[in-house]
């Protein structure tokens, strides 16, 4: 089957440099590639002011015509989100398929969702988004004719379509509603005996699921492609303190993210959400890094995460081009190569440390399960076996040391 071809649409706004275009394009290209299509021309415009009807301006359409019949093309993709009329407008004017970027990533989204509440969740967002798109043939269906039992508009074709679609939206939000349900009641489960959650963020592609894999051995999908890993992956894993934590991989983040996705996926990023402390890992290789930086920022602003204890994971430091070379606000690693984990790791342990009380226990001769739980929530200092008790020195979270207050001295 012969790929289909793509022509881009990159705009330049007057406070937009050429340098944010040119990255936002080649992004765009990648999402292409990632989405099963092939990139057969790309064209740029400056503009001013946008046009209402078609987005650009009409000499710029009349060109598109052009390479699109000389090249052969079947596809235009926008990278900028386009309104229900534009969109309209440009196909009839081109006669072919007319998309925009977030169309393009809600696509790959539909294609890598595996659990299902991703799916379950594309698709909401996905009809979030075509709802305002839908168009028919209107009133045109009406019963409008003036015989008896057929005066009155009726239900339009359009009308129905809209109603079904609204329906659907309605029962996609309560399955979503459901499963947060169960995974709240898992959560509060996990809390009983409490595991510090780790979250890995990070710009899509920066490596959170290779470093999810170094430091876990999880088996984690991993493909140089942008969205390679959707749903959430958790495992746990032991610090050489002997703390257990629990390391969270979350989907990626995006320039010109769709809001139809982070209201969608706001479910995913729950664990982020309830997680003690986040990775954000930055692919330090990359020339639009610390743009890629303000981006995973400004979401994690809009998802009430961005006062989380946060340690700065630069990335791919064993690349021949390194783009950030001021790295003492976080750490430097290679997660393909293992370079710089075990400082990643004492790292982790020394902040997650500072919710931690020292206290001595004195438990009975039959209280084995509390020192083993010790053991796995704690740093167990020391431990006497004397006739009467087990005295107990230990770190325990500041959270957790009421549940023992009856052993405490």
């Not at 595991?195 to 999880?218: C, D, F, Q, R």
């Not at 958790?234 to 989907?251: Q, S, Y």
């Not at 370079?339 to 009380?357: P, Q, V, W, Y």
């Amino acid at each position: 089957m012969d790929m289909e071809r793509a022509l881009l649409v990159g705009i330049r706004r007057p406070r937009t440099t050429v340098l944010q275009m040119e990255a936002s394009l080649t992004e765009l290209a990648r999402l292409v590639d990632t989405a099963g299509s092939e990139v057969g021309a790309v064209i740029k415009q400056d503009l001013k002011a946008i046009s209402p009807a078609t987005f650009i301006g009409k000499g710029k359409v009349e060109e598109i015509k052009g390479i699109l019949e000389a090249k052969n093309i079947s596809l235009v993709i926008f990278d900028d989100e386009l309104s229900p009329a534009q969109n309209r407008n440009l196909s009839d004017e081109f006669n072919v398929k007319v998309l925009d970027r977030t169309a393009v990533i809600l696509d790959i989204f539909a294609r890598r969702a595996r659990t299902r509440e991703g799916e379950l969740q594309v698709e909401l967002a996905q009809l979030d988004y075509r709802l305002s798109r839908l168009t028919g043939r209107g009133l045109s269906l009406s019963q409008q004719a003036g015989y008896i039992g057929n005066r009155g508009p009726g239900e339009t074709r359009l009308e129905i379509d809209r109603r079904r679609v609204r329906d659907r939206i309605s029962f996609l939000r309560k399955q979503i509603a459901e499963i947060k349900r169960h995974r709240e009641i898992h959560r509060r489960k996990r809390a009983s005996v409490p595991i510090p959650v780790v979250s890995l963020v990070g710009y899509t592609n920066a490596g959170k699921s290779s470093l999810m894999n170094a430091l876990t051995e999880a088996g984690v999908f991993v493909e140089d492609k942008l969205f390679a890993t959707l749903d959430p992956t958790l495992r746990k894993m032991r610090l050489e303190n002997g703390r257990e934590i629990i390391i969270a991989d979350t989907v990626g983040f995006i320039r010109k993210l769709p809001h139809q996705l982070i209201d969608a996926f706001r479910a995913t990023f729950e664990e982020a959400e309830a997680s003690d402390l986040l990775l954000h890992v930055i692919d330090a290789s990359m020339p639009e890094c610390y743009h890629q930086i303000t981006v995973v920022e400004q979401v994690l602003a809009e998802l009430d995460m961005a006062a989380k204890p946060c340690i700065r994971v630069y990335n791919k430091c064993d690349s021949k081009e390194l783009y950030i070379r001021d790295v003492r606000d976080g750490v430097s690693i290679s997660a393909l190569k293992g370079t710089g984990l075990s400082e990643l790791i004492a790292k982790i342990a020394l902040t997650l440390a500072h919710d931690f009380r020292h206290v001595k226990l004195h438990l009975p001769h039959t209280a084995g399960k509390i020192l083993s739980e010790l053991y796995r929530i704690g740093r167990v200092k020391t431990v006497r076996h004397d006739r009467k008790d087990i005295t107990v020195l230990a770190d325990l979270p500041e959270k957790l040391v009421g549940r023992y207050k009856r052993y405490c001295i």
